[in-house]
C-alpha cells in the first residue's frame, strides 16, 4: 500500500547548523514525490520535487529507490526557514507525511 | 491572478447543521482535492476528481460529499456535520488530471462544530 513516513513530528535545529528532515515511502511503481512547505498562517505550497532536481531556498532532496527514501536537506539553516514540512507521494490519490515541524534555534 | 479561493474562511455552527465550502479555481485545472489537516496527523485526502463530473473518495471520505458539475467549482458538503469533523481544510488543484503535478492550495477553511 502506498505509505509515506515522516518520523520526526519536530526537529529543533541551531542557525546555521545543518538540517535533514526525512521522508520514507512505501510504493510498489516508480514514484514522484513531492516536498511542501507551510509556514505560519500560511498555505502551503510547493518546496520542490524530486523530477525537477532543482534546489530551492537552499533546499534539495534526492530520491533514493533502494533506501525508499526522500530526504529534504540543507546545509546551512536560517530562521525564516522554520514551518512545517510534508513529505507527498501521488498516485490517482495523494498521500501526505504527517509532517514534521522545523524550529529553528537563533 | 491564479489562485484557488476557498469561502468561508473560518466558521463555527453546530451538529447537524448542513454547510458546504466552496472551493473555486480560476487556472483551469482538472484534478481537484479536499483535505483536512489535523495536529499529528498531517493533511489526508478527502476527496478528489480528476475531471468534471468525475469523483473518487480519498483517504476519510465518510461524512462528507463532493461534486464537480464544472471545471472551476469543486464545493465540500457536510450534510450532517458532527464535532468530529472540527478541523483546518484545504482545497487544492492540478493542471491535468492526475496529482502528478505540484498542487496549488486555497488559504483554507477552519472549521468548528459545536
Known amino acids: 500500500a502506498q505509505r509515506v513516513t515522516q518520523p520526526e513530528k519536530l526537529l529543533s535545529v541551531f542557525k546555521g547548523a545543518p538540517v535533514e528532515l526525512k521522508c520514507n515511502y512505501s510504493y510498489s511503481g516508480s514514484p514522484e514525490l513531492f516536498w511542501y512547505v507551510q509556514y505560519s498562517r500560511q498555505r502551503l505550497q510547493l518546496l520542490l520535487r524530486h523530477i525537477s532536481r532543482e534546489s530551492i531556498k537552499g533546499f534539495t532532496a534526492d530520491l533514493n529507490k533502494g533506501e525508499t527514501s526522500f530526504h529534504l536537506k540543507k546545509p546551512f539553516a536560517q530562521e525564516e526557514d522554520s514551518a512545517m514540512y510534508y513529505c507527498?507521494?501521488?498516485?490517482?490519490?495523494?498521500?501526505f507525511g504527517k509532517g514534521t515541524r522545523l524550529h529553528i534555534l537563533p | 491572478e491564479a489562485q484557488v479561493t476557498q469561502n468561508p474562511r473560518y466558521l463555527i455552527t453546530v451538529t447537524g447543521k448542513k454547510l458546504t465550502v466552496t472551493c473555486s479555481q480560476n487556472?483551469?485545472?482538472?484534478?481537484m482535492s479536499w483535505y483536512r489537516q489535523d495536529p499529528g496527523l498531517g493533511l489526508r485526502q478527502i476527496y478528489y476528481?480528476?475531471?468534471?463530473?468525475?469523483?473518487d473518495k480519498g483517504d476519510v471520505p465518510e461524512g462528507y460529499k463532493v461534486s464537480r458539475k464544472e471545471k472551476r467549482n469543486f464545493p465540500l458538503i457536510l450534510e450532517s456535520p458532527s464535532p468530529n469533523q472540527t478541523s483546518l481544510y484545504f482545497c487544492?488543484?492540478?493542471?491535468?488530471?492526475?496529482?502528478?503535478?505540484?498542487?496549488?492550495f486555497g488559504d483554507g477553511t477552519r472549521l468548528s462544530i459545536l
Open positions: 507527498a507521494l501521488p498516485d490517482d490519490k495523494i498521500i
Open positions: 476528481s480528476m475531471n468534471v463530473e468525475v469523483t
Open positions: 487544492a488543484s492540478t493542471p491535468r488530471g492526475t496529482p502528478n503535478q505540484p498542487q496549488h
Open positions: 487556472m483551469n485545472h482538472e484534478y
